[in-house]
């Protein structure tokens, strides 16, 4: 799955991303929308990541979409 397929399943892969990422709440996701960028941004705000760390976490998980 590539990222612009994440954009239009959103509302689909938010309780993915939520069992992920138990500290966004469903604003934060509601905020990102599919929004890669936005994604990072929020990762980086609730679990301190770098730039590279909310990035690599984000592939791992895309990688485990289907």
């Not at 960028?37 to 690599?56: D, F, I, P, S, V």
């Amino acid at each position: 799955m590539n990222w612009d397929q994440v954009e239009g399943k959103w509302d689909q892969l938010m309780g993915s991303a939520r069992e992920q990422w138990g500290k966004l709440t469903d604003n934060d996701l509601q905020e990102a929308k599919g929004n890669r960028e936005k994604m990072a941004g929020k990762l980086q705000e609730r679990y301190g990541h770098t730039k590279e760390e909310a990035e690599r976490e984000i592939d791992g998980w895309l990688a485990r979409q289907k």
